[in-house]
Structure formats: structure tokens, C-alpha cells
């Protein structure tokens, strides 16, 4: 295909991304400059058949405009369709630089860094189609670059090739080839010192994998993603504040993963992955809260579940979500009123003097009288004991509903 021919196309479809408006969120092309852009891309990489220095310097140029057109229409594009379109651009956009630049140069590099771009964006947009051209493209560029008899700086070159495996394993999980995935990821350049790129991939894969139920994959992925972790810890100086947020997600993540499993391996990892993280975020919300939920998971120690949901309660912020979900978890000792009554008594405790949390804190009011009426009790230890709730200087300025009211009824009537 001519450059000439290319050139002008590109200037086709920059004047209908800019006549459709930079302030409007979607865009479309006409069905001709559709046509012809579906062609373009069925045919990665595209060639010209030319060396002309001219030409490849105008397709480098006219490649970059368009590229950061569609960058900038991007930031304002929230509509599916619009993205999918402008996606398609870009790796036009990118066959441009591609087709401008020489494989025989170390120009390479800047192209093969935006073709990985590329292929994250497209994968983020659900265009998994076109990742896979690129990434086939960006693979004959590689190959290339390695086999120049030019000094090659070889740090760089391992960075594109953990770029490009990083991609082309993400893109095998993404069509369900989980085989293909575990073979590409040996094929990894190995660090002593951690990859932040390879860390990444194998959180996106574990996460990916817990959602979807796959337990013991997402166990491997995400073991993987914590061996990173430790790599790139003790390669580093000083605190990776960054480093320790991904590895706490990392750490939740695989006490999840290995929550539902049942071997041997899978107990003792939980047992040290969940100790690890009490010992290093022990006053966090979310990890009394993942804490409680392994407890639950098993035959629980009822004192130690009570102690784990008290310093939960040391810990919670005073948002909604965070009530709602220590009211589920401390459902869960209604085996056991006597703990019961005690968690339910210190959880409204906290609530009363919060005026947003109304709803939540007659919920709990409810149950406490519920488990008050209950055999457990006499009436006379039922009495006593809503008595010393009742009693709170502030729990008078709360309104009760009818059916809070109601409940308080309830123990009245046993007398």
C-alpha cells in the first residue's frame, strides 16, 4: 500500500474526528472510512513498499497527530461504541509510526513502548482483536531488534521483552487459555530484583480468576504476584509506599483464593498469608474483617471470634458500609446469645451518637430485643440487661420507629 495513499486516509479520518467536536463524548465515522479502516487494520503490519526519507518522515509526523487526537478525545469518551472506534484509529495510528520507522533501527524502541501502550488500551476497551494484531506486529519488531548488529542497550531490550510476554500472557487469560498463559509466563525474562510490569499482570490474572471462582488459579497467579513482591522489597531502598499498597491487595486477594481450598498446601498458606497480614495491618477494618471471615469459614473458637469482632469495632470508621457489614459478621454468634448480646450491646453503643446511621442502628435494636425474648433469658435477666442498654444518656434523643417500638414491646410484655 503507498504512503501517499496511507497519508491521505489519515487525513480523511483526522478531519471527521475533529469536525464531530472535541466537547462531544461520541464520535462516529461514515461507513466508507469505517470499511476502509477495518481493511487497514486486517492487514498489520501495514507496508508501503517505500524508503523514501520523505515519506517515512511524513507518516511519522501525521501518525503522531493522530494518535494524540485520539488520546485527547479519549480523556472526554465514555460511550462504548466511541471508544471502540477511536481504538481502532490508534492502531492506525500506530501502523503509521510502525510503517515510518525502520526495523533496523533503534527507533524501535519508541515504537514497540507505544505499541504496548496500545494493546493496554484496547484490552481495557474490550478490543481484544486488535491487541492480538498489534502484539503480532510489535513480535516481528522485536525479533528484529534483538538480531541488530548494533550496540543494543540491553537493559531496555529485556524491558520490552517483559513488556511484550506481560501482554501476550494477559491476552491468553483473556481468551480463556489459561495453558497458554502458564506456558508464556515462563517464557518471562527472570529478575533477582522484581518486576513491576510482571507483579501487575499477575494481580490482573488472580483477581480475574477469583471472580470467576477459580480458586486454585487465582491462588497461583496471585503467589506469583506476592514472590514479585518480595523481590522488588528487597531490591528496594527505604519504604515502596506503592509497593506495600499492592501487596496488600495482593495478600487480601490470595487469603480469599485459599479460603476456598481444601488441601494441605492451601490451609498453611492461609494460615501464614493471613498472619503475615495481621501482623502488618492489624489496624485496618478490612483485614479484622477478612480475619472474621476465615473464622467463620471454620469450626471458630466463639471467644476468639468475639475478640477478633471487638477490635474490628476498635478500628471501623463511621461510614454506612462499614456498619452494615460488622452487623452481618456479628449475626454470625447467634449460636452464642451471651456474645451475642455483648456485641450487639457495644455495635449500637457506637451507633447512637451517629444521626446518619438511624436505619442500621434500629436494625440492631431489633435484633437485640430479639435475642433478649429468646429462651436464653430469663425475664428477669432480659429486663435488667435491656435496661442497661436503654439507659445510655444518649439513646433517649434517638427517635424509634413503629417497629423498633414494637420491639420494645415485645420485652415489656413478658412482665
Avoid at 75 to 83: G, L, V
Avoid at 156 to 176: F, K, S
Avoid at 360 to 388: M, N
Avoid at 395 to 413: G, I, N, P, R, Y
Wanted: with cysteine; hydrophobic share 40%; proline share 2%.
Amino acid at each position: 500500500m503507498a504512503g501517499e495513499a496511507i497519508l491521505s486516509f489519515a487525513g480523511e479520518i483526522q478531519k471527521q474526528i475533529q469536525a464531530d467536536g472535541h466537547e462531544l463524548s461520541s464520535l462516529h465515522l461514515d461507513e466508507a472510512t469505517s470499511n476502509k479502516l477495518d481493511s487497514y487494520l486486517s492487514h498489520l503490519p501495514v507496508s508501503t513498499s517505500t524508503s523514501y526519507p520523505s515519506i517515512r518522515r511524513r507518516l511519522d509526523h501525521a501518525g503522531t497527530e493522530l494518535w494524540n487526537s485520539c488520546t485527547q478525545r479519549m480523556t472526554n469518551c465514555s460511550e462504548p461504541t466511541s471508544s471502540v472506534v477511536l481504538c481502532k484509529v490508534k492502531a492506525f495510528a500506530w501502523a503509521m509510526l510502525d510503517t515510518a520507522i525502520s526495523n533496523r533501527s533503534l527507533g524501535s524502541f519508541r515504537v514497540l513502548k507505544t505499541a504496548y501502550k496500545l494493546v493496554k488500551t484496547c484490552i481495557e476497551h474490550g478490543c481484544v482483536a486488535i491487541s492480538l494484531k498489534v502484539i503480532e506486529a510489535a513480535a516481528m519488531r522485536l525479533d528484529a531488534l534483538e538480531h541488530l548488529e548494533t550496540d543494543v542497550d540491553k537493559a531496555r531490550l529485556r524491558q520490552c521483552n517483559v513488556h511484550y510476554y506481560a501482554l501476550r500472557v494477559h491476552l491468553a487469560w483473556l481468551q480463556g487459555r489459561s495453558d497458554i498463559a502458564d506456558h508464556l509466563f515462563l517464557k518471562l525474562p527472570e529478575s533477582i530484583t522484581g518486576d513491576t510490569c510482571v507483579l501487575d499482570l499477575c494481580f490482573k490474572v488472580g483477581s480475574s480468576a477469583l471472580s470467576c471462582s477459580q480458586y486454585d488459579v487465582a491462588a497461583k497467579w496471585l503467589g506469583r504476584g506476592l514472590e514479585q513482591c518480595k523481590l522488588l522489597a528487597s531490591s528496594s531502598e527505604g519504604s515502596d509506599v506503592p509497593l506495600q499498597d499492592k501487596e496488600l491487595l495482593i495478600l487480601h486477594a490470595l487469603v480469599r483464593a485459599n479460603t476456598h481450598l481444601d488441601t494441605h498446601d492451601s490451609k498453611d498458606n492461609l494460615v501464614r498469608t493471613l498472619g503475615h497480614l495481621k501482623s502488618q495491618y492489624s489496624n485496618m477494618f478490612s483485614i479484622r474483617l477478612l480475619e472474621l471471615e476465615v473464622l467463620a469459614r471454620e469450626n471458630r473458637d466463639v471467644e476468639r471470634y468475639f475478640q477478633v469482632l471487638q477490635d474490628a469495632l476498635k478500628v471501623m470508621d463511621a461510614s454506612e458500609s462499614s456498619f452494615r457489614m460488622i452487623l452481618y459478621y456479628t449475626s454470625k454468634l447467634q449460636d452464642s446469645p451471651d456474645k451475642y448480646f455483648q456485641a450487639l450491646k457495644r455495635l449500637l453503643i457506637e451507633m447512637i451518637t451517629n444521626p446518619c446511621l438511624q436505619h442500621e442502628l434500629e436494625h440492631a435494636f431489633v435484633r437485640l430485643v430479639d435475642v433478649l425474648t429468646g429462651p436464653r433469658f430469663s425475664a428477669q435477666a432480659s429486663l435488667r440487661l435491656f435496661e442497661e442498654v436503654a439507659d445510655n444518656p444518649d439513646f433517649d434523643k434517638q427517635l424509634l420507629s413503629v417497629e423498633a417500638q414494637q420491639a420494645c414491646l415485645m420485652v415489656f410484655s413478658q412482665f
